[in-house]
């Protein structure tokens, strides 16, 4: 179910999305203390070439990752196989890809 | 003084699948799990089926489920498992039941070759015999997994194996880990490439129920976590 390639794709977005999540949280405990509107937040995302690459790479990570996960659980405690399974990772993974992509673009250059 | 009697439940199968029967068996005070399931066939029901051989925990052959745990029979005292004075006893988990307690090993050993947990020698029988640097670290290591008797216990105990029928299980990948580290053996690559494959050891989750009930307190887990490091270390030179 799961191969060498897959176990590494998994642990190298997991690396990625360590220090990603800790920004991410970090920038929002920061962000919002004095208060934030959307336009506030979107007056900072809007055009930055920086936040596109940081959410960009995070949605990215989390597509392949989870996806991945997602694999292991649907074989193991779904029992899907073969096709199937590769077929659930990938519909999987290119859904929450879409999802990922579409909200970064949108608070960046749309 | 009457004698005291143990109240023994043995799953019967597969053609009478998921029927137990229970027996009275008197109760000695040395009796291991397999002088019970003995006295049952030898007195009480000889159409009972199970697996022995050497009765002093070499063989690997008596493996059983003992209240719902993978043991050696021989070698597990009645004493330790009893709740009350009863005991229940089945065939071992994740192999296909032939009858009663006798288990289908095929699987299992089919895998163990599957993850190239075969000798691959480089010499002939006209090279002189290599000498084994016992002082090595990877000598150690090989050493460490070496003493397993192939019982299956640790097969039965993994919840790997029963959720994902491919996955070569710990006895197998124990086997191939042993061997990457034997000086003596010459199958780096292929032992590699058979355990990275969609059964092999990346499937493990490190749960640890093989080194939990390893009747001869091997570490069939560590044996994988080194696996999964040699892989993603060949992986990247492989990329330099």
């Known amino acids: 179910m799961l191969n060498l ?29 004095g208060g934030l509107s959307a336009g506030e937040i979107l007056g900072r995302t809007q055009g930055s070439i920086l936040w596109f690459a940081f959410y960009g790479t995070f949605a990215a ?14 074989c193991e405690w779904v029992g899907l196989r073969g096709r199937a399974l590769d077929a659930f990772m990938w519909l999987t993974g290119l859904s929450l890809f879409a999802m990922g992509a579409r909200a970064v673009w949108a608070v960046t250059f749309a | 003084m009457t004698q ?3 109240k023994v439940t043995i799953d019967r199968g597969p053609d ?8 009275d068996v008197p109760a000695y005070t040395n009796q291991t799990v397999l002088d019970v399931v003995s006295w049952v066939q030898q007195n009480a029901d000889p159409t009972l089926s199970y697996r022995y051989a050497c009765r002093v925990g070499m063989c690997g052959s008596c ?41 289908d090993m095929d699987p299992f050993f089919d895998k163990w070759v599957a993850a190239e947990g075969v000798h691959h020698g480089a010499l002939t029988r006209d090279d002189p015999i290599a000498p084994v640097d016992t002082s090595t670290a990877a000598r150690a290591v090989a050493d460490a997994g070496i003493e397993c008797i192939n019982c299956s216990v640790c097969y039965a105990a993994c919840d790997t194996v029963t959720a994902n029928d491919d996955y070569l299980g ?18 780096r690559a292929a032992i ?4 990275s494959d969609k059964g092999g050891c990346h499937n493990c989750h490190s749960i640890g129920s093989c080194t939990t009930y390893c009747p001869n307190d091997l570490d069939p887990m560590s044996a994988i976590a080194g696996l999964k490091r040699e892989t993603a270390k060949s992986l990247f030179q492989r990329w330099r």
């Open chain 2, 4 to 6: 005291e009697t143990l």
């Open chain 1, 61 to 74: 990570a989390v597509a392949v990752h989870g996806a991945i996960g997602l694999r292991s659980i649907a």
């Open chain 2, 192 to 195: 590699l490439d058979a355990v």
């Open chain 2, 16 to 23: 009478t699948a998921h029927v137990q029967t229970v027996f």
């Open chain 2, 63 to 103: 493996a059983m489920m003992v209240n719902g745990v993978p043991r050696w029979t021989c070698r597990t005292h009645i004493s330790k498992v009893l709740r009350g004075n009863a005991v229940t006893i089945a065939p071992l988990r994740n192999l296909p039941v032939i009858k009663d307690l006798a288990v």
């Open chain 2, 170 to 187: 710990p006895a197998a990948l124990q086997r191939a880990w042993t061997l990457l580290n034997d000086a003596k053996d010459d199958g």
């Open chain 1, 5 to 33: 390639r897959l176990y590494m794709l998994q642990r190298v977005t997991a690396l990625l999305m360590a220090p990603l999540v800790l920004g991410h949280l970090a920038v929002m405990i920061y962000a919002v203390q």
